[in-house]
Structures are given as structure tokens and as C-alpha cells.
């Protein structure tokens, strides 16, 4: 009962990173239509946005000390990483996918597998391949409940996710921008015609998307220790099952299908084996294109000529 | 007569690659014969996966996965074949041939199936799942392969004897290959169910609205494309005396795509045109390997802004050279 329990907690946490990152798909799907390959390594480079930022705050100094960043700094880093995620995101839409965008679909997918080899390749050249220890920008504090140990580390991964799809939700149901991006997942072209700047409003879907996936990348270093520049090749297409399952293009969605896959994982590799904790995505995947393929929360749209 | 006509084609056909193959072998250094092979193998995969990406418009981007099926299982069935043939014809160059194309088609069979099996679910939605699901079976493939302790785990099948697989592959068998899978799917590509696929490609509810059975199709289109795979994973696997891992990474299935970009999809001769330009630049970017992917990818994005067709869009070559520019795949002239 205790182990279940424990992997409970490990899943909700990877799981709500998991969200973070699925939120980013599901988002730019509901308007473009494309599988944003690329998101996976926005992931990559906000995680090591947020490793060199810590570097620079002197990171070192309080590890030395054995003590964790102090809330403002770690806030810092986190800012620091989504900003430039968000940058790197819009400069992606803006050279890469913008000219091909009422291309035929397979245009702008290839293109995005482009820019997903790029990012991924440049990252080793960049960051060097090989795996780098992730600073404590917290320092780890356990402690037990009914038998269960938790950290400070997992609560505050799955309370900064909270917060960010909370904050998303509100952006997106009550700001006159996040009623565009509704609009334009509904129908692009009746929103261009309402006088909407489609190109704007697919500019902020693109910088808060890559925000949180940054943030997702951040909270995954102190997840799992280590980052790699291909870290987000096979976490992103966790995510993208993760919306998949959940229902492509529902907000709600993807928070609950990101949460499902990291359970799945979870238990997976507590009570099957570790080595197929990565298979299980890709069975879900398969299953829910068999039985459900609008997702858990989508809505089934016909498609029309 | 016209059976007559075939089998002497046939035969002319297989003495060319045969003259051709004692000429290569006697012209040409060791190493450069391998690149010759591994361009022949990059044809193979290369109009394999243009039949599904490029003719019928869907996208595959797990293809290494069914060439790792097709070079474990053409591996493996040679081997164990190896003992009862040879016990049956006696040692030889003729008992050698058989065991290898037994293991080939055999390779083609796995991969084949294993098309249907990440088909059948995928292909009835959109097409852009496809690409998540090949993705997704081209890196569990790779994880079972890892983790198959019959198969050598992640150092590799070598076989049973300790010199590792026979191997086999030569100038004529690939070419031969190449030939016969080239053949098969101009003919499939010009042919009804070819203009079927064209016509998924085009406008997937047009198509249905004109009962053509999409789905089915579909499926079988991916099938077939797989199994090309599977042969050129069986070539593969027998000319370097094994199969690991790590040779079918998601970066072989990003070849394939240069393969088939570079060339343009839907071209059949712009397939062989890219498999040739992949194994040659591969050699020559040698010393630049940790650039390579990052100068693919540069690459495909260039082109998927500035000529999303490719070279050559969906013509053939020998259409460009008979000055004729059809649209689409025609029906072949003559009446049967």
C-alpha cells in the first residue's frame, strides 16, 4: 500500500510535468492543425536556460553551503528560462513555420522535424552531449507521511505546475487575448475576419506554450538530476501522448492526460519493470487511437470539404 | 509471348547486374564498392518510403524500426536456416543464394506485418498521427531489440557461428533488389490502386466521397512500404556481419526522410536520385559527423520553405527527358 502510494506521488509529479508541456501542444494543434515537433526542444533549452542562469546567480556559492536557492533567486531563474523560452518559441513560428503555414499539411510537419533535428543538434554542439548534474536550485528536504516518503522537491514540482496551468486557464478564459486564441482554434479564417491579428495572437499562443515547456524543463532537472540536449526528444513525445490522450486541443485535456501518462508511468516501472516504463506511453498512444481517437475531454469534429 | 518477352527481360536484366557486379568487384576499391551497396540499400528504403510518404501522402518517420525488424529477422532466419538447407543441397554458392533469400523475404514478412500492426490503428485518422505513432514504434522496436537476450541484446545478433553472420550481400543481390522492388512499385505507383493512392494524397474525403477504400489502402500502401524496409534491412544486417541497436537510431530514419525530400515526393526516380545523394554525402561528410544532422536539418527546412516539392516534385525523370510534364501519375499507354 505504501509503495502504491509512493508511486502515486512520484507519478503526479512527473505527471504534472508532464502537463506543462502538453499544454504547449495541445494549444498550438487547436490553431495550426500542426504537431509542433520542435516543442520538445524549447523543453530542452529552457531546462538549460535555467541551468546556466543558475550558474550565473551563483548557484555554486549556496550548494557549497548545502543550502538551496532563496525563493526570489530560484523565482529568477524560472523567469529568466520561460522569457527566453517564449523568445526562442516566437522566433520559431516566425522563420519556420509562418512561410509554410497555408502550405499543405505535410509542409509545415516536416518543417517542424527540421527544426526539432536542429535544435537537438545544435543543443550537443552547444551544451556539449553529454549529460550535465542539474544544480539544487532547491536544497532537498524528506520528510514522511504515513509512510510515504515526500520531498520538498516533488511538492513544489507539482505546486509551480498548479500554479502555471491555473494561471493559463484564467489567461485563456478571461484576457481579451486568450478569447482570440479560442476564437482561432474555432475557426481561424471567421477570426481574421472579425478583425482579429491572427499573426499576433498565434505569436503569444507560441511564447506561452514555450514558457511553460521551460518551466516543465526546469522542474524535470530537479526531477531527475541530470538534462542532456536530447532530453526532450522522447519527454515531448510523452507529452504529446499526454495530449493526444486527454483530447488534442482541450486545455483541461491535456492537464489530465499529462497526469494520467506519468501515473501510467509510475506504475509501470514500480510493478512491471523499469525497462518497459517507457513502452507503456506508446501502448496508451495506440490504445486511445483504437478506442477513443478524440481524446478522453475532445470533441468530436467532423471534417468537412 | 508476352511471358516470354518478361523472362527474357528478366534474364538480360539479372546478366547486366552480373556483368556489372564483376566489373564494380574488379574496378573498384573496397571501399568504394560499400558505398555502392549502401546506396543500393538507401534505393531500397528510399522508394519504399516515398510509396507511403510521397504517392500516398502520409507520413512515416519510424521507418529505421521496420528496417531493424527486417535486418533481425532476415538475421536470424538465415542462420537457423542456414543448417537444413545446406544439409539438403549440399554446401554451395546455389544453397548460399537460397538460405539468403529466404531470410530476406522472411525479413520482409516481420516487417511487413509489424506495418500492419502500427498501420491498422493510425492510418484510419489523419495522417500526422501516423508520424507519432512510427516514431513511438521506431524507438520501442529499438527498446525490445535492447532488451531481446535470443537476440544478442544491445551488443547485437551475430549469429551463432563466432565469425558473425555469413555475409552474403554482394553488387548482384542488392541490385537485383533494387531492381525487383524498383519495378514492383513504379508498376503499383502507375497502376489503379496507384492512382487511388495519388488520389488520397490529393483530397482524402474526395477520395472516399469516390468510394475509394481509404483506409484499406492506406494500410496496404504502409504494409508494402515496410516490407521494402525489411529487405533493405536484410541486405543490411548480411553485409556487415551483424545487426545492433544502434544502428537503426531515429537518425537512420531521418536519412530516409533526406532521402525522399532531396528527390521530391512522389517521385520514384527523385527516391533513387536521394538514396544515392544520402550514401554518397554520408561518406563525404565524414569528418563532419557532428554537423551532419545539423546541416539535415537545416536542409529540410530550406527546402520545406523554398521548394516544398523537392528536386523534382512528383515527376519522373524520364518524363523531364521525353519533355513530357504529366501532373499526376497516368495510366500506362498501351491497352492489356
Request: hydrophobic fraction near 55%.
Given at each position: 500500500m505504501t509503495q502504491f502510494l509512493q508511486q502515486i506521488i512520484n507519478g503526479l509529479s512527473l505527471g504534472s510535468i508532464y502537463a506543462l508541456i502538453a499544454l504547449g501542444y495541445t494549444m498550438v494543434y487547436g490553431i495550426l492543425?500542426?504537431?509542433?515537433?520542435a516543442h520538445g526542444e524549447v523543453f530542452m533549452v529552457g531546462a538549460y536556460t535555467g541551468f546556466y542562469a543558475a550558474g550565473a546567480l551563483g548557484v555554486a556559492g549556496f550548494e557549497a553551503r548545502n543550502q538551496g536557492f532563496p525563493l526570489y533567486l530560484a523565482l529568477l531563474v524560472l523567469i529568466i528560462a520561460m522569457a527566453a523560452a517564449a523568445v526562442l518559441g516566437m522566433t520559431i513560428e516566425f522563420l519556420a513555420y509562418r512561410p509554410v503555414?497555408?502550405?499543405?499539411?505535410l509542409t509545415p510537419l516536416i518543417t517542424a522535424i527540421g527544426v526539432s533535428l536542429f535544435l537537438q543538434n545544435a543543443g550537443m554542439l552547444l551544451f556539449s552531449p553529454n549529460p550535465q548534474r542539474y544544480p539544487a536550485i532547491l536544497s532537498e528536504v524528506r520528510f514522511e507521511l504515513f509512510g510515504v516518503i515526500v520531498t520538498n522537491i516533488k511538492l513544489t514540482i507539482f505546486g509551480v505546475a498548479l500554479c502555471l496551468m491555473l494561471g493559463l486557464h484564467l489567461f485563456v478564459q478571461k484576457t481579451w487575448t486568450g478569447r482570440a486564441m479560442r476564437a482561432l482554434s474555432f475557426n481561424i479564417d471567421a477570426a481574421k475576419l472579425m478583425g482579429i491579428d491572427t499573426n499576433r495572437v498565434i505569436r503569444s499562443t507560441f511564447a506561452i506554450g514555450s514558457g511553460l515547456a521551460a518551466a516543465g524543463g526546469i522542474l524535470f532537472g530537479l526531477d531527475q538530476i541530470t538534462i542532456n540536449?536530447?532530453?526532450?526528444v522522447l519527454t515531448g513525445l510523452k507529452a504529446f501522448v499526454a495530449a493526444v490522450l486527454g483530447g488534442i486541443g482541450s486545455i483541461p485535456g491535456a492537464v489530465l492526460g499529462g497526469l494520467l501518462i506519468g501515473l501510467a508511468e509510475q506504475l509501470t516501472a514500480g510493478y512491471?519493470?523499469?525497462?518497459?516504463r517507457d513502452a507503456i506511453t506508446f501502448v496508451i498512444l495506440i490504445l486511445i487511437l483504437l478506442?477513443?481517437?478524440?481524446?478522453?475531454?475532445g470533441i468530436v469534429r467532423v471534417e468537412k470539404v | 509471348m508476352r511471358a516470354l518477352v518478361r523472362v527474357a527481360l528478366t534474364a538480360t536484366v539479372l546478366l547486366v547486374i552480373y556483368g556489372l557486379q564483376v566489373g564494380v568487384e574488379h574496378g573498384f576499391t573496397e571501399y568504394v564498392q560499400r558505398i555502392i551497396l549502401l546506396a543500393g540499400i538507401n534505393v531500397i528504403l528510399a522508394v519504399g518510403l516515398n510509396l507511403i510518404n510521397?504517392?500516398?501522402?502520409q507520413f512515416s518517420i519510424g521507418h529505421a524500426g521496420f528496417m531493424a525488424v527486417g535486418a533481425y529477422s532476415a538475421a536470424f532466419v538465415g542462420v537457423k536456416l542456414a543448417a537444413p538447407i545446406h544439409a539438403a543441397l549440399g554446401p554451395g554458392a546455389v544453397a548460399d543464394a537460397v538460405v539468403f533469400n529466404l531470410a530476406l523475404l522472411a525479413g520482409a514478412l516481420f516487417a511487413g506485418i509489424s506495418g500492419l500492426v502500427v498501420g491498422m490503428p493510425s492510418l484510419?485518422?489523419?495522417?500526422?498521427y501516423l508520424a507519432v505513432v512510427t516514431l513511438g514504434f521506431g524507438e520501442i522496436i529499438r527498446i525490445l531489440f535492447n532488451n531481446a537476450t535470443f537476440l544478442g541484446?544491445?551488443?547485437g545478433y551475430f549469429g551463432?557461428?563466432?565469425?558473425?553472420?555469413?555475409?552474403?550481400?554482394?553488387f548482384f543481390w542488392v541490385f537485383a533488389w533494387v531492381t525487383a522492388i524498383v519495378v514492383l512499385i513504379h508498376n503499383l505507383t502507375f497502376s489503379q490502386t496507384g492512382r487511388s493512392l495519388t488520389a488520397i494524397r490529393e483530397d482524402e474525403i474526395a477520395a472516399e466521397a469516390m468510394a475509394t477504400p481509404t483506409t484499406r489502402l492506406k494500410v496496404i500502401a504502409f504494409a508494402i512500404s515496410a516490407a521494402a524496409a525489411g529487405i533493405a534491412g536484410g541486405l543490411f544486417a548480411h553485409m556487415q556481419s551483424g545487426v545492433r541497436?544502434?544502428?537503426?537510431?531515429?537518425e537512420k530514419s531521418i536519412d530516409m526522410i533526406v532521402m525522399i525530400i532531396v528527390g521530391g515526393l512522389g517521385s520514384i526516380s527523385g527516391a533513387i536520385l536521394g538514396g544515392i545523394f544520402v550514401a554518397v554525402s554520408l561518406e563525404l561528410m565524414r569528418d563532419l559527423q557532428q554537423y551532419r544532422l545539423v546541416l539535415y536539418a537545416l536542409l529540410l527546412i530550406v527546402i520545406m520553405i523554398?521548394?516544398?516539392?523537392?528536386?523534382?516534385g512528383t515527376r519522373e525523370l524520364h518524363h523531364l527527358l521525353r519533355r513530357k510534364k504529366p501532373a499526376t501519375p497516368r495510366a500506362p499507354t498501351e491497352s492489356v
Amino acid at each position: 500500500m505504501t509503495q502504491f502510494l509512493q508511486q502515486i506521488i512520484n507519478g503526479l509529479s512527473l505527471g504534472s510535468i508532464y502537463a506543462l508541456i502538453a499544454l504547449g501542444y495541445t494549444m498550438v494543434y487547436g490553431i495550426l492543425k500542426l504537431i509542433n515537433f520542435a516543442h520538445g526542444e524549447v523543453f530542452m533549452v529552457g531546462a538549460y536556460t535555467g541551468f546556466y542562469a543558475a550558474g550565473a546567480l551563483g548557484v555554486a556559492g549556496f550548494e557549497a553551503r548545502n543550502q538551496g536557492f532563496p525563493l526570489y533567486l530560484a523565482l529568477l531563474v524560472l523567469i529568466i528560462a520561460m522569457a527566453a523560452a517564449a523568445v526562442l518559441g516566437m522566433t520559431i513560428e516566425f522563420l519556420a513555420y509562418r512561410p509554410v503555414r497555408s502550405a499543405p499539411r505535410l509542409t509545415p510537419l516536416i518543417t517542424a522535424i527540421g527544426v526539432s533535428l536542429f535544435l537537438q543538434n545544435a543543443g550537443m554542439l552547444l551544451f556539449s552531449p553529454n549529460p550535465q548534474r542539474y544544480p539544487a536550485i532547491l536544497s532537498e528536504v524528506r520528510f514522511e507521511l504515513f509512510g510515504v516518503i515526500v520531498t520538498n522537491i516533488k511538492l513544489t514540482i507539482f505546486g509551480v505546475a498548479l500554479c502555471l496551468m491555473l494561471g493559463l486557464h484564467l489567461f485563456v478564459q478571461k484576457t481579451w487575448t486568450g478569447r482570440a486564441m479560442r476564437a482561432l482554434s474555432f475557426n481561424i479564417d471567421a477570426a481574421k475576419l472579425m478583425g482579429i491579428d491572427t499573426n499576433r495572437v498565434i505569436r503569444s499562443t507560441f511564447a506561452i506554450g514555450s514558457g511553460l515547456a521551460a518551466a516543465g524543463g526546469i522542474l524535470f532537472g530537479l526531477d531527475q538530476i541530470t538534462i542532456n540536449p536530447l532530453m526532450g526528444v522522447l519527454t515531448g513525445l510523452k507529452a504529446f501522448v499526454a495530449a493526444v490522450l486527454g483530447g488534442i486541443g482541450s486545455i483541461p485535456g491535456a492537464v489530465l492526460g499529462g497526469l494520467l501518462i506519468g501515473l501510467a508511468e509510475q506504475l509501470t516501472a514500480g510493478y512491471l519493470s523499469p525497462a518497459y516504463r517507457d513502452a507503456i506511453t506508446f501502448v496508451i498512444l495506440i490504445l486511445i487511437l483504437l478506442l477513443k481517437p478524440e481524446g478522453l475531454l475532445g470533441i468530436v469534429r467532423v471534417e468537412k470539404v | 509471348m508476352r511471358a516470354l518477352v518478361r523472362v527474357a527481360l528478366t534474364a538480360t536484366v539479372l546478366l547486366v547486374i552480373y556483368g556489372l557486379q564483376v566489373g564494380v568487384e574488379h574496378g573498384f576499391t573496397e571501399y568504394v564498392q560499400r558505398i555502392i551497396l549502401l546506396a543500393g540499400i538507401n534505393v531500397i528504403l528510399a522508394v519504399g518510403l516515398n510509396l507511403i510518404n510521397g504517392t500516398t501522402g502520409q507520413f512515416s518517420i519510424g521507418h529505421a524500426g521496420f528496417m531493424a525488424v527486417g535486418a533481425y529477422s532476415a538475421a536470424f532466419v538465415g542462420v537457423k536456416l542456414a543448417a537444413p538447407i545446406h544439409a539438403a543441397l549440399g554446401p554451395g554458392a546455389v544453397a548460399d543464394a537460397v538460405v539468403f533469400n529466404l531470410a530476406l523475404l522472411a525479413g520482409a514478412l516481420f516487417a511487413g506485418i509489424s506495418g500492419l500492426v502500427v498501420g491498422m490503428p493510425s492510418l484510419r485518422l489523419r495522417g500526422d498521427y501516423l508520424a507519432v505513432v512510427t516514431l513511438g514504434f521506431g524507438e520501442i522496436i529499438r527498446i525490445l531489440f535492447n532488451n531481446a537476450t535470443f537476440l544478442g541484446s544491445a551488443t547485437g545478433y551475430f549469429g551463432d557461428s563466432p565469425s558473425g553472420l555469413p555475409e552474403y550481400t554482394n553488387f548482384f543481390w542488392v541490385f537485383a533488389w533494387v531492381t525487383a522492388i524498383v519495378v514492383l512499385i513504379h508498376n503499383l505507383t502507375f497502376s489503379q490502386t496507384g492512382r487511388s493512392l495519388t488520389a488520397i494524397r490529393e483530397d482524402e474525403i474526395a477520395a472516399e466521397a469516390m468510394a475509394t477504400p481509404t483506409t484499406r489502402l492506406k494500410v496496404i500502401a504502409f504494409a508494402i512500404s515496410a516490407a521494402a524496409a525489411g529487405i533493405a534491412g536484410g541486405l543490411f544486417a548480411h553485409m556487415q556481419s551483424g545487426v545492433r541497436p544502434e544502428d537503426f537510431r531515429f537518425e537512420k530514419s531521418i536519412d530516409m526522410i533526406v532521402m525522399i525530400i532531396v528527390g521530391g515526393l512522389g517521385s520514384i526516380s527523385g527516391a533513387i536520385l536521394g538514396g544515392i545523394f544520402v550514401a554518397v554525402s554520408l561518406e563525404l561528410m565524414r569528418d563532419l559527423q557532428q554537423y551532419r544532422l545539423v546541416l539535415y536539418a537545416l536542409l529540410l527546412i530550406v527546402i520545406m520553405i523554398v521548394r516544398p516539392e523537392g528536386l523534382l516534385g512528383t515527376r519522373e525523370l524520364h518524363h523531364l527527358l521525353r519533355r513530357k510534364k504529366p501532373a499526376t501519375p497516368r495510366a500506362p499507354t498501351e491497352s492489356v
